[in-house]
């Protein structure tokens, strides 16, 4: 009985997918799980005794700059060794299909672009650059492992992410807003969705009256408000629904 039923919300978010002409999606950590990427929230989200709470933030990098330095730059390790999924795949060939395609993705492991996904908005800022805290001079750094950076002025280097209590880029915010105010079906896999302002997009799609699809191994706040909720990991689902 639940296997058909899964089968009926597998094959309504297949065609919604399928006549749809503009499509939005947002991703989150569990996209980027099963290529070994840790996600934030549950027990996989700990790093040492830390809650990404407490280490993504300017207070803590000001206060505990190594510390903070540390977790980024073991995630940046982990980033580097790590492949894009079938998921991130999945994703690639939609926007293929699609005519107005925007990926909206909270991550900054910069998997989207390395799967060949082309329209992707970054709206917490990649780790692989890095920002001065003192001119705010920004550039790239790809070596792993890499120790506490110093700018050419002197200045801390900070991994140039958004954190806790900062606003995000504000025109890729601006047009991630205005992709989701006009999509057809909005797609969300692999967020708790309890970040905001990203977790304020779905309560967006659906006043603005998209259908929402939601992927993720885990029932959401979302859940029982979006039209297909798909349970099960995203490197399965997506490629049977893009
Ligand atoms: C799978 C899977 C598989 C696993 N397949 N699924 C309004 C209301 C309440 C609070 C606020 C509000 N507005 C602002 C706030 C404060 C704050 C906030 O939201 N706090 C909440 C905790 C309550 N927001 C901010 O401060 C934001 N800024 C802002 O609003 O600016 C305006 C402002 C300025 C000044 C004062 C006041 C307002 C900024 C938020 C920045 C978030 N930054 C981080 C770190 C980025 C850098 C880094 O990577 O280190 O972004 S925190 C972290 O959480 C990261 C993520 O992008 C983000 C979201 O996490 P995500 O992706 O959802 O991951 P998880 O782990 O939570 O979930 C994974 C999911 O995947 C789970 O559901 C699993 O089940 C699932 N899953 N495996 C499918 N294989
Ligand atoms: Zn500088």
Redesign the pocket.
Known sequence: MKEQMDQRILEGARDALRSARSVAVLT????S??SGIP????AA?LWKQFR??EL?TAEAFAGQPELVWEW?DW?RSLIARAEPNA?HYALVELERRVSKFTLIT???DGLHRRAGSKHVLEI??T?WNLRCTRCRREWTEMRVPLPLQRCECGGIAR?A????????PARVWEEAQGAVKSCDVFLV????????????LVPLARSAGARIVE????P?AYSDAVAYALN????EVLPQIC
């Open positions: 989150g950590a569990g996209i799980a099963e996600t934030f929230r549950g989200g990404p709470e993504a980024y995630r998921g909270q991550n900054v917490h800022g780790i991994p992410v958004v954190w806790f209590g900062e606003t995000l896999v692999g967020t708790s969705a309890v970040v905001y302002p990203a977790a304020g992927v993720n191994i885990e959401t099960g990991p995203a490197g």
